[in-house]
């Protein structure tokens, strides 16, 4: 037994013709995807919530005014990444979210998408939390139109509901609440979430983000993306505040411990002056007067520096005064004055009172007309909180003047007792104190120098913060971003595509041109028909219609080539078979017995598939008698026989379906059927089942003279060759010829083909072409070298 030739799997080189039908065949799929591609892209920005970026730039440069008269290492610059670190930090980011509304989002519901309404809710909604498990619930609120409630939310699995109107307190298990509108409201769905604080810090955290653009310049560009347009910007404008009030506090904060630090050792150094001149026993006098001269020194040194820190308080307070009549709604620059004075504590809780006012004021009124209720409310509140601010800064400008007053007579006081010490006491007042009394003095002048530049350092420090560049909100949303999702879309769409095109390149196995057959059959006779792309009856008989097509010619031809094998003699049986429907068997066999039946031969064509007749449907046959009622004894030949429109063309159809097919077909009346009309005919053609689905031919192709096994071309499986040699290995029939059907030459590339459409080998003489002229072996063993030497190229 031969061994079984291998057919690749897998289109190991590439053919532009094969990858063009490949293409042609999935271009609807490739359509598809481009289709569920940008379908994709389109749905997924119309319903993607658009997230919207603020960007604004700021510098950080200290500025110090005690730095211009005291250079001193405790004032170098901070670094400017300890200044970003800051910035992204959770007690930082705390700061910020406690200066806006973010503990509670109210959304407008959509059919989609739901939105948040920050600071343009149509309603107020204050709250009083029972049960903690409501925070960061879902609180569900539709408004009807007779401005009723109906307010549900779901905790662990279990719904909670009631319904309400406006102004009216609502009690749930969890929370109680009251909503009042803020204008006339419309029906709607609403919800809102009470956030904890947490989850916010960690939320808003990574939302902030900071790029430093120059560390030399201390230039750094701030960034924060939402959602909501106007929370970005809303945002970044109170990180820069806060740092603002942030930084101030830092570095007022830091300098104040260093003094306290300083004001620790100088009373130690007090202490230690004291006992080292006590224990040598060294008085100016009976009244102790280096105690007393030192104790007065030392009093005029607190006295004037308290005078000048007084002093610098008046100028403040009057500065915020000033600022508060004139500038009343600048109040981060107030914040920064009144933070360097000793009433800041107390100053403070007035100072965010009237700040919120303001704030809630500048909201309301981007919603509100200007004479409404609720601005004229708030403009009440402003003023009462204002004029209470004002007075409160006259008394403490008159406070510090009449301690400024006080001071400075004391002041007076003590240096009037100083000079009648240093009087008394002359040149010599200081000789008596030891080496270490002299050193102990020099290190407590030494602190009260460094006191000193504290002291001014913590009235000249401001925050370092500048804004370069406001903060403001990019045209465009930053996600999605049309263009590059439209990009990624079609990068996808041609990967997909691609891919797909490359593996249905690769595993295409479908028999395109008689090269694909002869490589395992080099010793049968393979003939071509041609694609035909007329009009095509229902009879499937064409030869008589199209007598100049190349299709007619072709079967001239397969005529001629059974006169050749048969020595001139025309085989009296001969079986058309293939391995699956479709193939075109039946269409050869009616065109074949039409070419033969034009050459005076009498033809008659035996459908043979009891299963799925064909030849019945297409010439019109309305007659329920055929084979299959000849073989089960209903009615005689002459009966079944039909006529054509050729008249020396006839056909037995296949009659009524029967049950067993196959015992029919196997039967001795099949046998003598066969053997009988092949009596009264020139030519029986038999049209027999595809032998690849089913046994029921094989039995003809043992009876044959001639047996054609059909394949399409770009429709039959390179697999398909292996039930040839099969049949050739077990049946030996005779005179097999292989017919490739529909074969479209621009898919063959270095073929050996006619002009008719067909080649085919013969007998070990020589090898026929077309026109049936004989080659030598000389000529054939040339033409193989020819053609070994043209595929190297």
Same mark, same amino acid.
């Given at each position: 037994?031969?061994?079984?030739?291998?057919?690749?799997?897998?289109?190991?080189?590439?053919?532009?013709?094969?990858?063009?039908?490949?293409?042609?065949?999935?271009?609807?799929?490739?359509?598809?995807?481009?289709?569920?591609?940008?379908?994709?892209?389109?749905?997924?920005?119309?319903?993607?919530?658009?997230?919207?970026?603020?960007?604004?730039?700021?510098?950080?440069?200290?500025?110090?005014?005690?730095? *211009?008269?005291?250079?001193?290492?405790?004032?170098?610059?901070?670094?400017?990444?300890?200044?970003?670190?800051?910035?992204?930090?959770? *007690?930082?980011?705390?700061?910020?979210?406690?200066?806006?509304?973010?503990?509670?989002?109210?959304?407008?519901?959509?059919?989609?998408?739901?939105?948040?309404?920050?600071?343009? @809710?149509?309603?107020?909604?204050?709250?009083?939390?029972?049960?903690?498990?409501?925070?960061?619930?879902?609180?569900?609120?539709?408004?009807?139109? !007779?401005?009723?409630?109906?307010?549900?939310?779901?905790?662990?699995?279990?719904?909670?509901?009631?319904? #309400?109107?406006?102004?009216?307190?609502?009690?749930?298990?969890?929370?109680?609440?009251? $909503?009042?509108?803020?204008?006339?409201?419309?029906?709607?769905?609403?919800?809102?979430?009470?956030?904890?604080?947490?989850?916010?810090?960690?939320?808003?955290?990574?939302?902030?983000?900071?790029?430093?653009?120059?560390?030399?310049?201390?230039?750094?560009?701030?960034?924060?993306?939402?959602?909501?347009?106007?929370? +970005?910007?809303?945002?970044?404008?109170?990180?820069?505040?806060?740092?603002?009030?942030?930084?101030?506090?830092?570095?007022?904060?830091? @300098?104040?411990?260093? $003094?306290?630090?300083?004001?620790?050792?100088?009373?130690?150094? *007090?202490?230690?002056?004291?006992?080292?001149?006590?224990?040598?026993?060294?008085?100016?006098?009976?009244? !102790?007067?280096?105690?007393?001269?030192?104790?007065?020194?030392? *009093?005029?040194?607190?006295?004037?520096?308290?005078?000048?820190?007084?002093?610098?308080?008046?100028?403040?307070?009057?500065?915020?005064?000033?600022?508060?009549?004139?500038?009343?709604?600048?109040?981060?620059?107030?914040?920064?004055?009144?933070?360097?004075?000793?009433?800041?504590?107390?100053?403070?809780?007035?100072?965010?009172?009237?700040?919120?006012?303001?704030?809630?004021?500048?909201?309301?009124?981007?919603?509100?007309?200007?004479?409404?209720?609720?601005?004229?409310?708030?403009?009440?509140?402003?003023?009462?909180?204002?004029?209470?601010?004002?007075?409160?800064?006259?008394?403490?400008?008159?406070?510090?003047?009449?301690?400024?007053?006080?001071?400075?007579?004391?002041?007076?006081?003590?240096?009037?007792?100083?000079?009648?010490?240093?009087?008394?006491?002359?040149?010599?007042?200081?000789?008596?104190?030891?080496?270490?009394?002299?050193?102990?003095?020099?290190?407590?002048?030494?602190?009260?120098?460094?006191?000193?530049?504290?002291?001014?350092?913590?009235?000249?420090?401001?925050?370092?913060?500048?804004?370069?560049?406001?903060?403001?909100?990019?045209?465009?949303?930053?996600?999605?971003?049309?263009?590059?999702?439209?990009?990624?879309?079609?990068?996808?769409?041609?990967?997909?595509?691609?891919?797909?095109?490359?593996?249905?390149?690769?595993?295409?196995?479908?028999?395109?041109?008689?090269?694909?057959?002869?490589?395992?059959?080099?010793?049968?006779?393979?003939?071509?028909?041609?694609?035909?792309?007329?009009?095509?009856?229902?009879?499937?008989?064409?030869?008589?219609?199209?007598?100049?097509?190349?299709?007619?010619?072709?079967?001239?031809?397969?005529?001629?080539? $059974?006169?050749?094998?048969?020595?001139?003699?025309?085989?009296?049986?001969?079986?058309?078979?293939?391995?699956?429907?479709?193939?075109?068997?039946?269409?050869?066999?009616?065109?074949? #017995?039409?070419?033969?039946?034009?050459?005076?031969?009498?033809?008659?064509?035996?459908?043979?598939?009891?299963?799925?007749?064909?030849?019945?449907?297409?010439?019109?046959?309305?007659?329920?008698?055929?084979?299959?009622?000849?073989?089960?004894?209903?009615?005689?030949?002459?009966? +079944?026989? +039909?006529?054509?429109?050729?008249?020396?063309?006839?056909?037995?159809?296949?009659?009524?379906?029967?049950?067993?097919?196959?015992?029919?077909?196997?039967?001795?009346?099949?046998?003598?059927?066969?053997?009988?009309?092949?009596?009264?005919?020139?030519?029986?053609?038999?049209?027999?089942?595809?032998?690849?689905?089913?046994?029921?031919?094989?039995?003809?192709?043992?009876?044959?003279?001639?047996?054609?096994?059909?394949?399409?071309?770009?429709?039959?499986?390179?697999?398909?060759?292996?039930?040839?040699?099969?049949?050739?290995?077990?049946?030996?029939?005779?005179?097999?010829?292989?017919? $490739?059907?529909?074969?479209?030459?621009?898919?063959?590339?270095?073929?050996?083909?006619?002009?008719?459409?067909?080649?085919?080998?013969?007998?070990?003489?020589?090898?026929?072409?077309?026109?049936?002229?004989?080659?030598?072996?000389?000529?054939?063993?040339?033409?193989?070298?020819?053609?070994?030497?043209?595929?190297?190229?």
């Amino acid at each position: 037994m031969d061994e079984k030739p291998k057919i690749p799997k897998y289109n190991n080189e590439f053919n532009p013709y094969i990858f063009k039908i490949v293409f042609k065949k999935n271009l609807w799929l490739l359509l598809l995807y481009l289709f569920v591609t940008l379908f994709i892209v389109f749905a997924s920005i119309r319903y993607t919530k658009p997230v919207y970026q603020a960007k604004a730039v700021i510098q950080l440069n200290i500025e110090n005014r005690a730095s *211009e008269v005291i250079s001193s290492s405790a004032l170098n610059k901070d670094n400017i990444y300890t200044s970003v670190e800051v910035l992204s930090s959770p *007690e930082f980011i705390k700061r910020v979210i406690k200066q806006l509304p973010l503990n509670t989002s109210i959304y407008a519901k959509g059919k989609i998408l739901d939105f948040e309404l920050y600071r343009s @809710a149509p309603f107020l909604f204050t709250y009083e939390i029972i049960d903690s498990l409501i925070i960061n619930k879902l609180i569900n609120i539709e408004i009807k139109n !007779d401005n009723t409630i109906d307010i549900f939310y779901k905790i662990n699995n279990n719904t909670y509901a009631t319904q #309400g109107t406006f102004y009216d307190t609502i009690i749930l298990d969890h929370i109680k609440f009251v $909503l009042i509108p803020k204008d006339e409201i419309k029906e709607g769905d609403y919800c809102i979430i009470i956030h904890d604080l947490p989850s916010l810090i960690k939320q808003y955290r990574y939302q902030l983000s900071t790029n430093i653009l120059n560390p030399n310049a201390g230039s750094i560009e701030l960034s924060f993306s939402d959602q909501n347009p106007l929370k +970005c910007v809303d945002f970044l404008n109170t990180v820069i505040q806060e740092y603002k009030f942030f930084d101030v506090e830092q570095r007022t904060m830091s @300098a104040r411990s260093m $003094l306290e630090y300083i004001d620790q050792q100088l009373e130690s150094l *007090e202490d230690i002056i004291k006992q080292q001149s006590g224990n040598d026993n060294i008085a100016l006098s009976t009244n !102790d007067t280096f105690t007393s001269f030192f104790s007065l020194k030392q *009093e005029i040194n607190k006295l004037e520096l308290e005078i000048e820190r007084i002093n610098d308080e008046i100028v403040i307070l009057n500065k915020s005064q000033e600022i508060l009549n004139k500038d009343s709604l600048n109040t981060s620059r107030l914040i920064v004055y009144l933070s360097q004075t000793s009433y800041y504590n107390i100053l403070s809780t007035f100072v965010n009172e009237y700040r919120s006012l303001l704030e809630q004021y500048l909201a309301l009124s981007a919603i509100y007309s200007t004479n409404t209720y609720t601005l004229e409310q708030l403009k009440w509140k402003i003023h009462y909180s204002k004029n209470s601010l004002n007075d409160i800064l006259e008394t403490l400008i008159e406070r510090s003047n009449f301690q400024l007053s006080s001071l400075k007579k004391q002041l007076q006081n003590y240096k009037s007792k100083l000079s009648n010490i240093e009087k008394k006491a002359g040149i010599t007042t200081m000789e008596p104190l030891t080496d270490i009394s002299q050193s102990s003095l020099k290190y407590y002048e030494q602190f009260l120098n460094k006191k000193l530049e504290y002291t001014l350092y913590v009235a000249g420090i401001v925050s370092d913060l500048v804004v370069l560049e406001e903060p403001t909100l990019l045209s465009n949303p930053i996600y999605p971003n049309k263009t590059k999702s439209l990009i990624i879309g079609l990068f996808i769409f041609i990967l997909i595509s691609t891919s797909t095109l490359i593996w249905k390149y690769i595993k295409y196995d479908n028999i395109l041109s008689i090269q694909d057959i002869e490589s395992l059959f080099p010793d049968t006779p393979i003939l071509s028909l041609p694609l035909f792309n007329g009009d095509i009856p229902d009879s499937q008989l064409i030869i008589h219609k199209y007598k100049r097509s190349l299709l007619t010619e072709s079967f001239r031809k397969i005529k001629s080539h $059974l006169l050749l094998i048969n020595q001139d003699n025309i085989p009296k049986v001969i079986v058309i078979t293939s391995t699956i429907p479709g193939e075109g068997k039946t269409f050869i066999a009616i065109n074949l #017995g039409g070419i033969l039946a034009l050459s005076n031969k009498k033809v008659l064509i035996i459908d043979t598939d009891l299963r799925r007749p064909k030849m019945s449907i297409g010439f019109n046959n309305k007659s329920e008698l055929g084979l299959s009622s000849y073989l089960q004894g209903e009615c005689s030949i002459e009966q +079944c026989i +039909c006529h054509t429109e050729l008249s020396n063309l006839f056909y037995f159809p296949a009659g009524p379906l029967p049950e067993y097919p196959n015992e029919l077909l196997t039967s001795n009346k099949m046998d003598k059927l066969i053997e009988e009309l092949t009596q009264s005919y020139d030519i029986v053609i038999l049209d027999t089942p595809p032998i690849g689905l089913i046994s029921d031919a094989t039995k003809f192709i043992m009876l044959a003279d001639t047996t054609f096994y059909v394949f399409r071309s770009d429709f039959s499986k390179k697999e398909f060759l292996y039930n040839v040699k099969k049949l050739k290995q077990e049946l030996n029939p005779k005179n097999l010829i292989l017919v $490739l059907n529909g074969f479209n030459e621009k898919y063959i590339r270095k073929a050996k083909y006619s002009n008719y459409g067909y080649e085919y080998k013969y007998d070990i003489y020589g090898y026929y072409d077309g026109y049936g002229v004989k080659e030598t072996k000389q000529s054939k063993s040339m033409k193989k070298y020819l053609n070994y030497f043209s595929k190297k190229k």
